[in-house]
């Protein structure tokens, strides 16, 4: 089976830069996505296709992949920020997600 | 708007079947998979399957063949049956649309227990 890969936890400041990491074998190959859940909620999809904001998400989210890592970024994060990210893709037919990273704004 | 909302029992005995209804309000719904994705409290997402419009399905080979699918067209609805529960299917069962490589729409999530 393929595996993601994720730190379980990032902290950042407020107003600074925020960068989660999802690895996993030949990820650049794949499309990744990202999903912001925050407590007692559903998903968001914050970032489809590595780098493609959807409607409504703000810019300071961002997204590369490369090699075997997926990044996402989120630049001046917010105290709103605060959230589970999961990492995603495709094996084949299976939609595979990343362990989760909590983000705490400190 | 796509709208998505997961309904159906929410305390299962271990060895049945958890049994599960999404109703969808979109206007086209038969040209999108549908799928179910869960949370184990303390866990992190599990996508379960995908079920197209037309029927073809896709499940998680990790259920070993527990999870069934289906869809309703003149109801805007999919089901998901999952047999043999224990314990480790606790959890919050979402529903929600793929479009392209990404899950673009999500249902609020209903919370199944498996206890006797």
């Known amino acids: 089976s393929y595996d993601l890969t994720q730190p379980p936890s990032v902290s950042v400041s407020p107003g600074q830069t925020a960068t989660i990491t999802c690895s996993g074998v030949?990820?650049?190959?794949?499309?990744t996505c990202w999903y912001q859940q925050k407590s007692g909620q559903s998903p968001v999809l914050v970032i489809h296709?590595?780098?493609k904001r959807p409607s409504g998400i703000p810019a300071r989210f961002s997204g590369s992949s490369s090699g075997n890592t997926a990044t996402l970024t989120i630049s001046g994060t917010q105290a709103l920020d605060e959230a589970e990210y999961y990492c995603q893709a495709w094996d084949r037919t299976t939609a595979v997600f990343g362990g989760g990273t909590k983000l705490t704004v400190l | 708007q796509v709208l998505l909302q997961a309904s159906g029992p929410r305390l299962v005995k271990p060895s049945e079947t958890l049994s599960l209804t999404c109703s969808v309000s979109s206007d086209s719904f038969g040209d999108y998979y549908w799928n179910w994705i869960r949370r184990p409290a303390g866990k992190g997402l599990e996508w379960i399957g995908r079920i197209y419009g037309s029927g073809s399905t896709n499940y998680n080979p990790s259920l070993r063949s527990r999870a069934t699918m289906s869809v309703d067209r003149s109801k805007n609805q999919v089901s998901l049956k999952l047999n043999s529960v224990t314990a480790a299917d606790t959890a919050v069962y979402y529903c929600?649309?793929?479009?392209?490589?990404?899950?673009?729409?999500w249902g609020q999530g209903t919370t199944v227990t498996v206890s006797s």
């Open positions: 030949k990820l650049g190959d794949k499309f």
């Open positions: 296709e590595d780098s």
């Open positions: 929600a649309r793929l479009a392209g490589s990404g899950f673009d729409f």
